[in-house]
């Protein structure tokens, strides 16, 4: 009797081992479900590119993209931290936040590092965002001189880009073999100056590029010619600009906007029809208001006698 005992007592054990484990195991279950889970980081990619204007500021751009529902869309408020590359260590310069483009802008100063060669490495990283994972990219370039000479004393005006780095020396040293793109400067961007505006520098590192006739400038006659040396694999992104009075003039015409179809002003015709038209059909629908006042007032008259 007593090992039958034992061997029940063996038996319920076991089965409340196992109804603990279960109740365990759905209880764990239940909490995972019930736990708030954070939100999986979107993966960015960088783009950065450098840029020197005329004014010879030169700036880091950093370009963040998000892919979402299959497409790649630009990345607001991402935290890009820059570095410059120094002894081989990372130097931190600034941390800026993307716009609604998804750039991120630094202007660098004088000071940056250059190594032996005299080149200078950025490396810009996203780092610790809540939104986006971890991205980085480096770009690495030297400084180069970009200057523009205009010459109207010959039959064909020209425009000369000389293109020059510095050596180790200190000295200015000319480049060869550079792609030179030539543009005239609109409203709303630039544009080719000709079918072949592209000039690549001689041994005196200048491209010469003649001027196009019938190009229209203000009521000048002053046009702005841009010079650019675009993604170049040393020198990155460098530009300069020059005004001239080689453009056609402009006439200037006393009214840009006639009363025309075409303009903002319609013709006079056409704004009085459109009155007579719309005076009309509110001149009826106030007749009818007043018809039926009339017939309110004349039914309270007759309700009071």
Known sequence: MTTKRIINCGFILKKVALAIIITGIFSGNIDAQNRPQTPAKVEATIALSFNKNKDSHKTALAIVKVKEEGKFVFARNAWVNFYAMHNNQLQQLRQVVTDSKGQASLELTKDIPLDDSLYFTIVAKIENDKDYEDASEQMHYKEASLALVVNAADTNKTVVAKVTEMSKGGQEVAVKGVEVKFFVQRLFGVLPASEDFTVTTDDKGEATFTYPKKIAGDTAGVVTIVAKMVDNDKFGNVENKVA?????????????????????????????????????VWCVYCFLFFQMWKIKQDAKKLAKS
């Open 244 to 280: 001239t009075n080689w453009g056609t003039h402009l006439p200037f015409i006393k009214d840009p906007f006639p009363r025309e179809l075409w303009s903002p002003y319609a013709p006079w015709p056409l704004v009085i029809t459109i009155t007579t038209l719309f005076g009309g």
